[in-house]
């Protein structure tokens, strides 16, 4: 029988390793669009949803098309972040594992550059690349783009909201007139309609479904409550879905760092994912999701994009966001590769109108949930324990000589009795938690607490009253991240997370707060730990030698000095009121040049995906670097609210 993908025009190599991933059938938007894009005589314009496999729509015929003999670049595919480029690498290198002498090569900045042009010295002929990245080693002459015959813009409608309409147009002036130009996005605002017009001649458009729409498989759903109790009410949906396996999406830096915070001193087994994490701690992150180690992932927008994990239960909009378009993104981390997913909004009874907006954009129906009450959600727990418990493998050779034991300590209880308290040992949990929970449900129109963005961050604004604010010689360079910091705290200090206050992760050090009363036993815990082979130092912040000044900032020795307020940036940062400017240490010598190297800045919502600047001071400015996620900014062009 003939392979779908090879009635398509797919060689037997290719349509080989395909079926290995376990792919059978070619997706609509796969089925659509390779016929066009392997005759190779087109532009192209493919809309479709994340997660309907543009991947494989646009990499399996460049790999009909593309000469392997020849080791130069003859396809250049650009998307927008570190994530996405990873994945779409991986995707291409599986797909042409039984092709000889096929090489692809993912360029994209925190990762290691002098690696990056040692691949494509070695010869290369598909490149996936960020445009930052791109850039630079663009600007070192690493690359001749002489005889690309194919670029493609992944996620077309992102890279142009993250501000990287100019280093496009620098990048594509590169390539060959005569090159073909297949756009893919989710979106059609008009800056990707100007990009078509610009880049392409009389390209072939593919619609799959009605543009800007949402994924048919993804129920969305919304919960009315009041501010205060966004964060117990995002509790009760996980604890409502035992098996959730999701992604909450914040509006914030800061909001995923304290919601992430927040569930780990609860039990919950969440991380953060933001721009200000080194790739190194990103990719920590992202395994540990990937491998289901983690049931929750709290992340921005501009660092979920790319995700692509499979399985995926839920999408929790904790915020709501601010383009009505990105709303699509989001939701599109579920319900993919055809399964079905729930796309959650937690609101306030003012954001009612937003949900109606959202409904017309999409074309989908929204349902208006009630959460669950403490009952409802007590029994859902005890029966998920109930299912596991009769569904679990026995591992009869390795249980059998503990039987013996097992049943002569209960041989005072009925069969009824045993069931009772095993049953118990997780129930009561819930049953302590939830039995004067209150009704956290709110009607349209019931603002009493409304705070708006300030009054919906998990747990902060009580201050630091009845904690000890204490300094630790570990920091982010140690790859800490603030969920791993919290876990060292507690298991070396032997308390419990909600001991722990406010986490002020540095670079070298940090700063954290515990509870009054259980400061000396995290001194005593600290006495003999060592990590990576250094002594651990925990002191009050204080007796640190590095004093703390107004706005929360610290004032180190040798000149180096940062002021709070602001963000989190590179070594010289500047606080006050609205974003940050961040970047790294800030260098300059003579008359040469005086260059900031890649930190995170932000404030805003627009990414540059680790996107740096020189500052030239005199003739040796040298070319751009990437280091980090720039979130923020302005110049916004897509639709607001």
């Known amino acids: ?22 792919f059978e059938t070619p997706t609509p938007i ?40 020849i080791n130069k670049p003859q396809a250049l595919i650009l998307c927008p972040t570190r994530e996405l480029c990873l994945q779409i690498t991986n995707d291409l290198k599986n797909f042409s594992k039984n092709i000889a002498n096929a090489h692809v090569v993912a360029v994209y900045g925190g990762a290691n550059i002098m690696q990056q042009l040692r691949e494509i010295r070695q010869g290369v002929q598909i490149v996936v690349a960020t445009p930052g990245r791109m850039l630079d080693i663009i600007g070192r002459k690493a690359i001749d783009f002489s005889s690309v015959k194919y670029v493609v813009l992944d996620e077309a409608d992102e890279m142009l909201n993250m501000g990287f309409q100019d280093d496009i147009n620098d990048i594509l002036s590169t390539t060959p007139d005569d090159k073909k130009t297949w756009l893919f996005s989710a979106t059609m605002p008009a800056e990707v309609r100007r990009i078509a017009k610009n880049y392409m001649d009389n390209p072939v458009e593919l619609t799959m479904g009605t543009k800007n729409t949402g994924n048919v498989n993804i129920e969305h759903e919304y919960y009315i409550v009041r501010a205060r109790d966004k964060y117990a009410a995002l509790k009760r949906i996980v604890d409502f879905n035992p098996e959730i396996f999701a992604v909450v999406f914040c509006k914030t830096k800061l909001d995923t760092q304290d919601v992430a915070e927040h569930l780990i001193k609860d039990g919950y087994n969440a991380d953060a994912l933001h721009g200000d994490l080194s790739q190194q701690q990103r990719d920590k992150v992202m395994q540990r999701f990937r491998e289901r ?74 349902t208006k949930a009630e959460l669950p009450t403490g009952f409802d959600v007590c029994e859902k727990q005890l029966f998920s324990l109930v299912h596991k418990v009769h569904n679990v493998e026995v591992n009869v050779e390795q249980i059998d000589q503990y039987i013996p034991r097992i049943m002569d300590e209960f041989k005072d209880l009925s069969k009824e009795d045993v069931i009772k308290r095993f049953a118990s040992l997780e129930f009561n949990r819930f049953l302590d938690y939830y039995s004067k929970a209150p009704d956290l449900n709110a009607a349209v129109g019931d603002d009493r607490g409304e705070r708006g963005e300030r009054g919906e961050r998990a747990g902060r604004g009580r201050g630091s009253e009845g904690y000890t604010r204490l300094f630790i010689n570990l920091g982010s360079v140690d790859e800490f991240t603030r969920g791993d910091m919290l876990s060292f705290i507690c298991n070396n200090g032997k308390i419990g997370g909600k001991s722990v206050g ?28 060592e990590f990576n082979g250094r002594q651990v130092r925990i002191e009050k912040s204080g007796d640190s030698g590095r004093g703390e000044g107004a706005g929360g900032g610290e004032r180190r020795g040798g000149g180096e000095r940062r002021s709070g307020g602001g963000g989190f940036g590179g070594e010289r940062r500047s606080g006050g009121g609205g974003g940050y400017r961040g970047g790294g240490d800030r260098k300059s010598s003579g008359g040469g040049s005086g260059r900031r190297e890649g930190g995170n800045s932000g404030g805003g919502f627009r990414d540059f995906s680790g996107r740096s600047r020189d500052d030239k001071g005199g003739n040796t400015g040298g070319p751009r670097r990437e280091g980090g996620n720039r979130e923020g900014g302005s110049g916004e062009r897509r639709k607001k609210w």
């Open 1 to 22: 029988m003939t392979n779908p993908f090879q009635l398509l025009g797919i060689s037997d190599d290719v349509v080989n390793a395909v079926k290995d991933l376990g």
């Open 30 to 69: 796969q089925e659509q669009s390779i016929p066009v894009l392997l005759e190779g005589t087109n532009d192209f314009v493919g809309l479709a949803q994340t997660g309907t496999g543009k991947t494989a729509a646009f990499g399996l015929p460049l790999l009909e098309l593309i000469d392997f003999k």
């Open 293 to 366: 180690n983690m049931q929750l992932l709290i992340a921005t927008d501009v660092a979920a994009r790319g995700i692509d994990v499979s399985g995926v239960t839920h999408v929790i909009n904790y915020s709501l966001p601010d383009e009505i378009e990105s709303y699509t993104h989001r939701s599109g981390r579920t319900g993919r590769a055809g399964k079905t997913g729930i796309s959650i909004c937690i609101i306030n009874s003012k954001e009612v109108g937003k949900i109606r907006q959202l409904e017309r954009i999409i074309g989908k129906q929204f």
């Open 502 to 529: 406010k986490i002020d992760l540095k670079g070298v050090f940090s700063f954290f707060e515990v509870e009054d009363a259980v400061a000396d036993t995290v001194f005593e815990g600290f006495k003999a730990v």
